[in-house]
């Protein structure tokens, strides 16, 4: 069985046809969470399970799971995916690897003559990017029990859509119970989005863990006015003052060392006239630190500093945190298999830590959990210019296969 190896060319051309869907002028892929084009994405990732002779359900959140019946369907099954949708300007690879890798090892069993005693669940989780409703990770996390139905199923995108009525829009609201089924053991495999293991010369990374992360949206309040008539000393300028904060986040990130990421990536203006002085601005901050206290701190901190401008400027502010997610340690177990199926393969790797969020970060609270990396071009990622390449993907979906078999074993 050692010698089993994945198709390295059909999981190309999977990533590649998948990549097609939501295309971008720049090259890459523009897919948002429970959009026509997710739904077009989902329904060729179903349409291709089935072929592959799974039994594809999909729970209340969305998220999509394929099962490969195992000889003793009485055991949990090992779970190996990731998500579909990507971000406004995003790449063919991230996350869509993990979701076809899982396919390609279905494929593989099944060219191979393979039957596992327990079952495989190929999983595509719903919205991991969280561009559309605020925060990341969010199917997952319900799937894990770290995060209510409901509290996800309300949450709005700026037009005011629910993730409910979204998932209902595009047929994917399932019927299965979203509070999670028995899971052996869940492994992903996902593309680094950093440049470590390309600047090491690895093709594999063993994910030990992921930093920590908080999002917050921040509203500033101030008086919409006339450009043209309204003196500047009489201004309350909201997006003047939204500039100020963030401004004053981002030098806050290089008080500290390490440094934290401090990232404001979403900005929306009202009324967003270039003849009106701006009365509401929101805006996104995405905080992530290896250690959860310097987190908690930075939060204090961030909170005052936008505080203290609002005050001196006269303008109203509303800083809410939307998520939180604390370190994660990866299985100790999983970790191992992982790094010792890539020695016996015979494949470069080294232990490397995310800096990335994923939705194995959620699951890591719910079964053993491990993830495998294999490097990206220039650690280039979120950008239409993401690439990776085929031997690369294949040699992690190598690992990912044996450490599968490892884990659901032979019959
Ligand atoms: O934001 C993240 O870390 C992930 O790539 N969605
Ligand atoms: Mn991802
Ligand atoms: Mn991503």
């Known amino acids: 069985m050692n010698n089993l190896r994945v198709n390295s060319e059909r999981l190309w051309d999977s990533l590649m046809e998948m990549g097609r869907i939501g295309a971008t002028a720049g090259g890459g892929v523009g897919r948002l969470a429970l959009t026509d084009l997710d739904r077009q ?8 399970c089935e072929q592959a002779g799974c039994v594809v359900r999909v729970d209340r959140m969305g998220n999509i799971f394929a099962r490969r019946q195992g000889s003793d369907d009485t055991r949990p099954p090992v779970m190996t995916g990731s998500h579909l949708d990507t971000q406004p300007l995003g790449g063919k690879f991230d996350g869509i690897y993990g979701v076809l890798a899982g396919l390609e090892i279905v494929r593989t069993l099944n060219d191979a003559g393979v039957r596992t005693l327990a079952p495989i669940d190929v999983v595509n989780w719903t919205d991991e990017e969280g561009v559309r409703f605020g925060s990341g990770t969010l199917a997952s996390a319900v799937f894990s029990g770290l995060c209510e139905p409901d509290d996800a199923l309300t949450r709005t995108d700026l037009d005011g859509n629910t993730f409910g009525t979204e998932l209902e829009r595009i047929g994917y609201a399932g019927n299965v119970a979203a509070n999670g089924h028995p899971v052996a053991a869940f492994i992903e495999a996902h593309i ?11 093709t594999i990374g063993v994910v030990l863990g992921a930093q920590g992360q908080r999002c917050f949206r921040v509203t500033v309040d101030g008086e919409e006015g006339h450009a043209g008539t309204l003196p500047m000393e009489k201004r309350r300028d909201a997006l003047v003052g939204a500039a ?3 401004d004053a986040l981002n030098r806050l990130a290089f008080e500290h060392k390490p440094h934290p990421v401090i990232t404001v990536g979403a900005l929306q203006v009202r009324p967003n006239s270039r003849n009106t002085i701006p009365g ?4 996104s901050i995405d905080s992530r630190h290896p250690d959860n206290a310097v987190l908690a701190t930075l939060a204090e901190r961030m909170s005052q500093a936008c505080d203290e401008i609002a005050g001196n400027a006269d303008l109203a502010l509303k800083f809410e945190q939307i998520s939180h997610r604390a370190t994660v340690a990866f299985d100790d177990g999983c970790i191992s298999a992982i790094r010792d199926t890539a020695s016996r393969l015979g494949i470069a790797h080294m232990d490397i830590y995310s800096g990335a969020g994923h939705d194995a970060c959620n699951l890591a609270r719910y079964t053993p959990t491990g993830m495998i990396f294999v490097p990206c071009e220039k650690g280039i990622s979120h950008n239409e210019k993401e690439k990776a390449l085929p031997q690369d993907l294949a040699a992690g979906c190598d690992v990912l296969l044996h450490v599968m078999l490892e884990r659901a074993g032979i019959s």
């Open 280 to 283: 509401r601005a929101v805006f």
């Open 192 to 202: 680094e989005q950093g440049p470590i293991l390309e600047a090491k010369g690895k």
């Open 244 to 246: 100020r904060m963030i």
């Open 41 to 48: 994405a989902r329904d060729l990732f179903v349409r291709w």
